[in-house]
């Protein structure tokens, strides 16, 4: 394997030993340079204590100096040093009550979570890998490092974390790992919302969102999004699937946005568009009937849907941006789109010119997975309606009050009366641009508004 370790950070680690102490690139940056990858962030551990740190490098911030990490500040780069130590006695199942140096490397190692981020490494010495990580590596397993039940007691994200990597690096969990999460699992109830949105999210944007399948199978979504374990016991009598809820949500989960290197939305949409799916079905077990054509249907799920989406996010304590989009695009997921250009432009301005893109990518993902024997129909409709879309775009034409040719102002200027009665009038106006958008010209509406 190539081992690229950028200078600044041999910089600090030389620096170092230099002065007699140990010092390795430790964590997750090992794990990413074996498996090939580039790490994102690069941390440094040394047998050097804060204040040893601080009077070798000039520049330093006091991070978290209480628990041994001290930043070294090198031109505009930052990068943490974390003294070598032993966590005390976890008391609310997430933070050590208190920390104390250690010299020994392999029981600063010892505390961490998976042997595949318990490893350290430097040129000099390479690899120190005291509980086999690199072999998990090679085997793509996650594992805990020593007793499993005792690293989620001590932390019980670690339980979400292991689901999360083992969907970032497609990788399995280790029997009694495994085991251990479905025994421990009520101890997520004791981790923050922020942290645990932020473990399903890295979870969901990755290349393998099927992993939610096992939140479910672990218990782990009976705890964080207990709404979803009824979708996946919910089965749909109906000519349009042949999946449960719960495995149509998978697979369009699995389906939206594709890979991480499909460049077609950003990393914002695509978050956006992951957590959209996942939520979009969720209340269909609550609206499920049976009807006299021995079909199941499933309305006002849409809104429903909408409404418990953003009392979950909101839980979870989600950006304001974020909440907005997924709601409204499960809001109007299931909308059938008429395919001829005034029912499109009229779709526009109902929906939104910026959710369009995003709404025919859920339309998509959401047609894939459903019954096969129908997939060509809905999608070649759904390919009718971005071509009506496209073309609408491409011309320019009138979706909404911004782009009508005339606005209020214009209307007082004329002599109307500002009001209620006012907007009404240019919602009228606007409804005849939709209408015919030849009509989109500020004398024509002008003389239409005076007439009407």
Excluded at 333 to 354: C, Q, S, W, Y
Excluded at 412 to 427: H, N, Q, T
Aim: proline share 3%; charged share 30%.
């Amino acid at each position: 394997m190539k081992i690229q370790i950028p200078d600044k950070v041999n910089y600090i680690i030389n620096t170092l030993m230099s002065h007699g102490y140990e010092a390795y690139i430790v964590g997750g940056c090992v794990r990413d340079m074996a498996l090939g990858k580039k790490p994102e962030d690069w941390d440094i551990t040394t047998s050097a204590t804060p204040i040893q740190v601080k009077k070798i490098f000039s520049r330093t911030v006091d991070t978290g100096i209480q628990h041994g990490t001290v930043t070294v500040l090198l031109d505009h780069d930052h990068y943490e040093v974390t003294t070598y130590r032993l966590d005390g006695v976890y008391e609310d199942n997430r933070h050590p009550k208190e920390v104390s140096f250690t010299s020994s490397l392999t029981e600063d190692l010892k505390r961490r979570d998976f042997t595949i981020n318990a490893m350290a490494y430097n040129k000099e010495e390479g690899f120190i890998d005291s509980f086999n990580g690199l072999e998990d590596l090679e085997k793509g397993i996650v594992r805990c490092v020593g007793d499993p039940e005792e690293r989620f007691s001590e932390d019980a994200l670690r339980i979400l974390r292991a689901v999360r990597f083992s969907a970032q690096l497609d990788f399995s969990i280790e029997a009694n790992t495994l085991e251990a999460i479905k025994n421990k699992v009520e101890l997520l109830r004791n981790i923050s919302a922020e942290r645990i949105r932020i473990e399903l999210m890295k979870l969901l944007v990755s290349d393998h969102p099927e992993r939610i399948r096992l939140l479910y199978e672990t218990g782990i979504t009976a705890v964080v999004l207990p709404e979803f374990d009824k979708t996946m016991t919910t089965n749909q009598i109906n000519k349009y699937h042949i999946y449960s809820v719960g495995e149509h949500i998978i697979r369009t989960v699995m389906e939206v946005a594709g890979p991480l290197d499909d460049k077609r939305f950003t990393p914002k949409e695509r978050a956006i568009l992951r957590w959209t799916m996942l939520l979009h079905d969720i209340e269909k077990p609550s609206t499920i009937t049976f009807g006299a054509d021995k079909q199941n249907h499933f309305h006002g799920h849409q809104e429903k849907g909408a409404a418990t989406a953003k009392r979950i996010l909101k839980r979870l304590k989600f950006d304001n941006e974020t909440l907005d989009s997924v709601v409204h695009l499960i809001r109007w997921h299931d909308h059938r789109f008429v395919l001829n250009p005034t029912g499109m432009r009229k779709a526009i301005n109902k929906i939104g010119k910026e959710y369009m893109e995003l709404l025919f990518e859920v339309n998509r993902a959401d047609n894939s997975a459903k019954n096969p024997d129908i997939i060509g129909l809905k999608l070649e409709k759904l390919e009718g309606a971005r071509k009506l879309y496209e073309d609408i775009i491409k011309k320019g034409q009138c979706v909404n009050l911004k782009d009508l040719d005339i606005n209020g102002r214009d209307l007082i200027e004329a002599g109307f009366k500002p009001g209620k009665e006012l907007g009404d009038l240019l919602d009228w106006l606007l409804d005849r641009v939709l209408e015919e958008p030849s009509l989109n010209n500020k004398e024509v509406l002008l003389q239409l508004a005076l007439n009407k």
